[in-house]
């Protein structure tokens, strides 16, 4: 398992090179599928689970959300079963997943002022590239693409982000998402981390998880990045700040 242990860099402290970006609930408006997809698969298997509690986990890897939603018992015994008919149900819900705001403007912002983007998604590849193909630009503004299928522990865990981040430094890397589980991911790769409100998350939770900045979209990134070169908040009295 990949884990840091670094002391975070403060806001401000670098300017990011590198923007790793979340899919589901930042890029694209699946969150509330993936949701249901999940109820329907618990009640698939008489597994009574609300809605509201499976909201809080998406994000999370499906590797733990059964245990967290459920419990170890019912991941013992239906784990495997549940992970297989989630994206069965969630096939079902895929007319109703869109483009986040603001996302195609984003990748293309972040783009032009000469940022590297990767994609670190916990959906297997399969369901990231469909997700992917809702995005107009993913395959032009994109440097790589790295998937739940190419790590061995998924968010909250740090791997997904430290195997997206590659070679590149930690200092001059920053976490876009939108679930504390993406903010918590990215402190336990010693990452900052941008969050968006677009995953249903509060903007007092996604900063008592960790987050350096919290906005309202993606488009407020775009426009941010256009503005500054960055998606980090500018430094108080800053041009642009």
């Not at 609930?25 to 509690?53: E, I, K, Q």
């Not at 906005?215 to 960055?230: I, K």
């Amino acid at each position: 398992m990949i884990r840091a242990h670094l002391e975070m860099p403060s806001v401000g402290e670098m300017s990011p090179t590198t923007v790793i970006l979340d899919l589901d609930g930042t890029l694209v408006d699946s969150v509330y599928a993936h949701t249901l997809a999940w109820r329907a698969a618990f009640r698939d298997l008489g597994v009574a689970v609300p809605a509201y509690r499976l909201h809080r986990l998406i994000g999370m890897g499906g590797d733990r959300l059964v245990t967290e939603a459920a419990g170890q018992r019912v991941e013992d015994a239906l784990g495997d079963e549940l992970r297989a008919r989630h994206p069965q149900h969630l096939d079902e819900l895929f007319g109703h997943v869109t483009v986040a705001d603001g996302a195609p403007e984003l990748l293309e912002a972040l783009h032009d002022v000469g940022l590297r983007v990767v994609l670190a998604s916990s959906s297997d590849a399969e369901l990231t590239r469909r997700l992917l193909d809702l995005v107009e630009g993913s395959d032009a503004f994109l440097d790589d693409v790295v998937t739940g299928s190419d790590a061995s522990r998924s968010k909250p865990d740090g791997e997904l982000l430290l195997r997206a981040l590659g070679s590149q430094d930690r200092e001059g890397a920053v976490v876009v998402g939108d679930a504390v589980w993406d903010v918590h991911a990215a402190h336990d790769a010693a990452l900052r981390s941008v969050a968006v409100l677009t995953g249903g998350f509060s903007e007092a939770e996604l900063y008592d998880a960790g987050a350096d900045d919290v906005v309202a979209t993606a488009r407020s990134l775009a426009e941010r990045a256009r503005d500054t070169g960055s998606v980090l908040r500018p430094p108080a009295g800053s041009v642009g700040a």
